[in-house]
C-alpha cells in the first residue's frame, strides 16, 4: 500500500491505471480507522481492480462548536488497519493540499439535508457533499463506497451523483456493529465506560420501534416508545428519533415500501447515531 499525500502525486499514480480502464473504488473516511471502514474496504476490494481510501477529517463538514479539533486521529494505525484490509492507495491529504484556496463556491445541498442530522448540523452536508465531489473529481472512481451508518448522508451523495452526472456507481454498504449491537464509530471511544455499556439500548430501542410500527403500524406510538427506551434506560438525550421514507427521506405515507428509522443521541461529550432500513416485505 502506498501513502500520499498530494493530488498531483495520487493522479500521477492513477493515470495509467484509468488508461488501462482499470475499475477504480473510492472509500472516503475521516480515519480512525475500525472494521466499519475495512468492511467498506473489502467490498470494494472484491469488486475492483484497485483500492483507494481517503483518510482526511475535512474540516468543512464539522460546525463552529463541534468536534473537529478533537476528532479522533491515528494515522500509524489506519496505515496498518487500510492495508491489511487490501487497500492500494492511502490518501492523506493535508487540509491546505485539500482546500487551497477559498473562491466562496459552495455546493448547496437541498430540502433532504436540513432535516435529521442536518436540523442540528446546519451546513454539515454541504461540506460533506463539497469533500466528496473533489474526491471523485481527483480520483475518478469506477465505484465509491459508503456506509449505511450515515444513511442520510449516502441518500444525499446519490443525489449529487444523480443531479451533477458523476460517472461513479455509489455502493452501500450495511452497518458493522460491536458485538453488543453498538454501531462501530470513530466516535465510541468519547464514551464514558458507564455511557459505552448503555449505549446498545440505542440499537435494541430502534429495533423494538421496528416491530412495533410493523405490528401496530402506528408510527407515533412505535417513535415514543423507542425515545423512551433510549430516555430510561441511558442518560443521552434524544435529538432525533424519526421515521421516514427511503432514500427520498420524506414523511412516510401508505405507498412507503422501504423505511428508514434513524436517531442521534447526545452523551456527555459524543453525539451517536444509528439507524436500521427496512422495507415493508418484512411484515
Ligand atoms: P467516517 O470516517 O466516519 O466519515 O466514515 C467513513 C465511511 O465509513 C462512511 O461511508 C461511513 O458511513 C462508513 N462507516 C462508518 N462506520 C461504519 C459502520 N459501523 N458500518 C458501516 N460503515 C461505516
Redo the contacts with the bound molecule.
Keep these: 500500500m502506498k501513502i500520499i499525500t498530494t493530488i498531483v502525486e495520487l493522479q500521477q499514480e492513477l493515470e495509467m491505471h484509468h488508461l488501462e480502464n482499470k475499475k477504480i473504488a473510492l472509500v472516503?473516511?475521516?480515519?480512525y480507522l475500525h472494521e466499519?471502514?475495512s468492511?467498506?474496504a473489502k467490498a470494494a476490494r472484491q469488486d475492483n481492480d484497485l483500492v483507494v481510501m481517503s483518510d482526511f477529517v475535512n474540516p468543512t463538514q464539522f460546525g463552529p462548536n463541534e468536534d473537529y479539533e478533537n476528532y479522533p486521529r491515528d494515522l500509524a494505525r489506519d496505515e496498518k488497519i487500510a492495508s491489511e484490509a487490501g487497500v492500494d492507495y492511502l490518501f492523506v491529504p493535508t487540509v491546505d493540499e485539500m482546500y487551497p484556496a477559498d473562491g466562496g463556491i459552495r455546493i448547496e445541498a437541498g430540502p433532504a439535508s436540513k432535516i435529521l442530522c442536518g436540523a442540528a448540523r446546519p451546513g454539515h452536508f454541504n461540506g460533506v457533499l463539497q469533500v466528496v465531489s473533489k474526491l471523485f473529481h481527483i480520483v475518478q472512481p469506477t465505484n465509491a463506497y459508503?456506509?449505511?451508518?450515515?444513511a442520510q448522508?449516502l441518500a444525499l451523495i446519490k443525489l449529487l451523483v444523480r443531479d451533477y452526472n458523476f460517472p461513479v456507481t455509489i455502493c452501500g454498504?450495511p452497518?458493522?456493529r460491536e458485538d453488543d449491537g453498538l454501531?462501530?464509530?470513530?466516535r465510541n471511544v468519547f464514551l464514558t465506560a458507564e455511557e459505552r455499556k448503555q449505549a446498545p439500548v440505542i440499537q435494541q430501542a430502534l429495533q423494538q420501534a421496528k416491530d412495533n410500527f410493523l405490528k401496530h403500524h402506528d408510527k407515533e406510538f412505535a417513535i415514543q416508545n423507542a425515545i423512551d427506551m433510549i430516555e430510561t434506560k441511558t442518560s443521552g438525550h434524544i435529538d432525533y428519533l424519526e421515521l421516514r421514507s427511503y432514500p427520498d427521506l420524506q414523511e412516510i405515507h401508505p405507498e412507503t415500501n422501504q423505511f428508514l428509522l434513524a436517531t442521534a443521541v447526545y452523551f456527555s461529550n459524543v453525539r451517536l447515531i444509528d439507524n436500521i432500513l427496512f422495507t415493508i416485505e418484512e411484515i
Design positions: 472516503p473516511t475521516m480515519g466499519g471502514h468492511t467498506l459508503f456506509g449505511q451508518k450515515d448522508q454498504v452497518i458493522v454501531a462501530k464509530s470513530s
